[in-house]
């Protein structure tokens, strides 16, 4: 068992970080807190918007600051961005303050599910399934750096992949509040 005080969700886009931890969450009685979120809230602006005044460089400096405040608070299910992983500080804080779970999916199945998406800058312009290739390529080995476990999203509806991740962690992971809730999620 390890005691962690965070649930931390790595991976790349659409692989389900925020959709499957709004579910675990609700499975292990905790909070959900997702750092896109959190940075456009701190920001007041949307993360293209970000993107577009501060280039990626402004977005991953908030993403970084807003990431250690939330580590440093109450424990929560944490859904990270795709490229939290880049920053090496951000690693070791993420290693330090939680158990780690990296969510894998292949490339067409996250092309497939993010085909309607407009809201990622990074997939704006140009080929996408090249683009998903090379962050693939490029943070793949970050993802594994930090990950406690792996668990693969392909095939399975959040709700699900929520379940079955759930049941994964009561072998290997003990919420520092106990786990109150059983595999059942909250209605
Ligand atoms: N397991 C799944 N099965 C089917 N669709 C999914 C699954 N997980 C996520 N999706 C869909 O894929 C899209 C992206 O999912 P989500 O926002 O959870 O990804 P993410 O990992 O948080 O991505 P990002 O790094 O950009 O924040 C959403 O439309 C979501 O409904
Ligand atoms: O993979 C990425 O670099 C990103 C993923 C999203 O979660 C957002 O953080 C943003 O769109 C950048
Ligand atoms: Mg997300």
Not at 73 to 93: E, S
Not at 133 to 162: G, I, M, Q
Not at 165 to 184: F, I, K, M, N, Y
Request: charged letters at 25%; a negative charge.
């Amino acid at each position: 068992m390890t005691p962690a005080r965070h649930l931390v969700l790595v991976g790349p886009m659409g692989a389900g970080k925020t959709s499957i931890g709004r579910c675990l969450a609700k499975l292990f009685g905790l909070p959900f807190v997702d750092s896109d979120h959190e940075v456009e809230q701190r920001t007041g602006a949307t993360v293209p918007t970000i993107f577009e005044c501060e280039g990626e460089a402004g977005f991953r400096a908030r993403e970084r600051e807003t990431l250690a405040t939330l580590l440093a608070g109450p424990a929560a299910v944490l859904a990270t961005g795709g490229g939290a992983v880049l920053d090496a500080g951000t690693r070791r804080l993420l290693a330090a303050n939680g158990f780690v779970v990296h969510l894998h999916a292949d490339v067409p199945t996250l092309l497939e599910r993010l085909a309607r998406d407009r809201s990622r800058p990074l997939l704006a312009a140009g080929d996408r399934e090249a683009t998903l290739r090379r962050l693939a390529s490029e943070r793949d080995p970050l993802y594994a750096e930090v990950a406690d476990l792996v668990f693969d999203t392909a095939h399975l509806a959040p709700a699900e992949a929520a379940r079955q991740l759930a049941s994964e962690l009561d072998r290997c992971w003990q919420p520092s509040h106990g786990r109150p809730v059983a595999t059942e999620p909250a209605a």
